[in-house]
Protein backbone atom coordinates (compact mmCIF):
# COMPACT_ATOMS: atom_id res chain seq x y z
CA UNK A 1 0.00 0.00 0.00
CA UNK A 2 1.64 3.10 -1.29
CA UNK A 3 2.34 5.61 1.91
CA UNK A 4 3.19 9.28 1.76
CA UNK A 5 5.46 10.76 4.38
CA UNK A 6 5.40 14.88 4.32
CA UNK A 7 8.01 17.40 5.20
CA UNK A 8 8.53 20.84 5.34
CA UNK A 9 6.17 23.38 5.89
CA UNK A 10 6.75 26.03 8.87
CA UNK A 11 6.25 29.53 9.64
CA UNK A 12 7.07 32.38 7.25
CA UNK A 13 6.53 36.01 6.89
CA UNK A 14 4.20 37.41 3.92
CA UNK A 15 6.02 37.19 0.55
CA UNK A 16 8.46 34.52 1.50
CA UNK A 17 8.73 30.98 0.34
CA UNK A 18 8.36 27.48 1.41
CA UNK A 19 9.03 24.15 -0.13
CA UNK A 20 6.82 21.09 0.75
CA UNK A 21 8.00 17.59 0.00
CA UNK A 22 6.16 14.23 0.01
CA UNK A 23 8.33 11.19 -0.15
CA UNK A 24 6.34 7.72 -1.73
CA UNK A 25 7.09 4.67 -0.65
CA UNK A 26 6.14 3.08 -4.09
CA UNK A 27 8.19 2.57 -7.03
CA UNK A 28 4.97 2.59 -8.98
CA UNK A 29 4.72 5.74 -8.01
CA UNK A 30 4.92 7.17 -11.06
CA UNK A 31 1.95 5.82 -12.08
CA UNK A 32 0.08 7.86 -9.45
CA UNK A 33 -1.58 11.14 -9.50
CA UNK A 34 -0.80 12.88 -6.89
CA UNK A 35 -2.20 16.38 -5.47
CA UNK A 36 -1.94 18.81 -2.60
CA UNK A 37 -4.71 19.83 -0.60
CA UNK A 38 -4.97 22.40 2.19
CA UNK A 39 -6.94 23.20 5.04
CA UNK A 40 -7.58 26.06 7.55
CA UNK A 41 -9.01 26.41 10.71
CA UNK A 42 -13.08 26.30 10.23
CA UNK A 43 -12.42 25.73 6.53
CA UNK A 44 -13.64 23.91 3.83
CA UNK A 45 -10.30 21.62 2.64
CA UNK A 46 -9.44 22.76 -0.79
CA UNK A 47 -7.31 21.35 -3.46
CA UNK A 48 -4.20 23.66 -4.22
CA UNK A 49 -2.34 21.68 -7.03
CA UNK A 50 -2.30 18.42 -8.78
CA UNK A 51 -0.14 16.96 -11.14
CA UNK A 52 -1.04 13.54 -13.36
CA UNK A 53 1.71 10.89 -14.20
CA UNK A 54 2.55 12.62 -17.28
CA UNK A 55 3.44 15.85 -15.44
CA UNK A 56 0.43 17.86 -16.41
CA UNK A 57 -0.52 20.24 -13.52
CA UNK A 58 -3.66 22.24 -12.65
CA UNK A 59 -4.24 25.26 -9.90
CA UNK A 60 -7.22 27.60 -8.40
CA UNK A 61 -6.94 30.96 -9.08
CA UNK A 62 -6.18 31.34 -5.86
CA UNK A 63 -2.67 30.11 -6.14
CA UNK A 64 -2.09 30.35 -9.61
CA UNK A 65 1.39 31.82 -10.84
CA UNK A 66 2.57 31.68 -7.07
CA UNK A 67 2.74 27.44 -6.47
CA UNK A 68 4.23 25.36 -8.30
CA UNK A 69 3.67 21.67 -8.16
CA UNK A 70 6.32 19.08 -9.37
CA UNK A 71 7.12 15.32 -9.04
CA UNK A 72 10.49 13.55 -9.33
CA UNK A 73 9.89 10.01 -9.99
CA UNK A 74 13.52 8.50 -9.51
CA UNK A 75 13.10 10.08 -5.86
CA UNK A 76 9.38 8.91 -5.82
CA UNK A 77 8.86 12.21 -4.39
CA UNK A 78 6.42 14.91 -5.02
CA UNK A 79 6.84 19.08 -4.49
CA UNK A 80 5.11 21.90 -3.64
CA UNK A 81 6.83 24.75 -4.00
CA UNK A 82 5.22 27.94 -2.28
CA UNK A 83 6.28 31.53 -3.62
CA UNK A 84 4.79 34.59 -2.68
CA UNK A 85 3.16 33.73 0.15
CA UNK A 86 -0.14 35.23 1.53
CA UNK A 87 -1.37 35.00 5.45
CA UNK A 88 -4.55 33.67 4.00
CA UNK A 89 -2.36 30.59 2.55
CA UNK A 90 -2.08 29.47 5.98
CA UNK A 91 -3.46 25.89 6.29
CA UNK A 92 -2.54 22.78 7.08
CA UNK A 93 -1.59 21.30 3.51
CA UNK A 94 -1.64 17.67 2.85
CA UNK A 95 -0.55 15.54 -0.09
CA UNK A 96 -2.36 12.96 -1.94
CA UNK A 97 -2.09 10.43 -4.27
CA UNK A 98 -4.68 8.52 -6.36
CA UNK A 99 -4.08 5.82 -9.24
CA UNK A 100 -4.97 7.77 -11.91
CA UNK A 101 -7.91 5.46 -13.32
CA UNK A 102 -9.48 6.32 -9.94
CA UNK A 103 -11.63 9.17 -8.97
CA UNK A 104 -10.86 9.51 -5.18
CA UNK A 105 -7.49 10.33 -3.39
CA UNK A 106 -7.19 7.07 -1.37
CA UNK A 107 -3.80 8.04 0.06
CA UNK A 108 -2.65 10.65 2.49
CA UNK A 109 0.06 12.37 3.76
CA UNK A 110 0.21 13.37 7.79
CA UNK A 111 -0.03 16.95 7.38
CA UNK A 112 2.36 19.52 7.52
CA UNK A 113 1.47 22.99 9.29
CA UNK A 114 2.04 26.20 7.19
CA UNK A 115 1.65 29.62 9.06
CA UNK A 116 2.06 32.97 6.99
CA UNK A 117 2.68 35.70 9.06
CA UNK A 118 1.50 39.56 7.92
Known amino acids: QLQLVQSGGGLVQAGGSLRLSCAAS????????MAWFRQAPGKEREGVAT???????TYPDSVKGRFTISRDNMKTTLYLQMDSLKPEDTAMYYC????????????WGQGTQVTVSS
Open 51 to 57: IDSLGST
Open 26 to 33: EDTYSTYC
Open 96 to 107: AARRCSAVTFDY
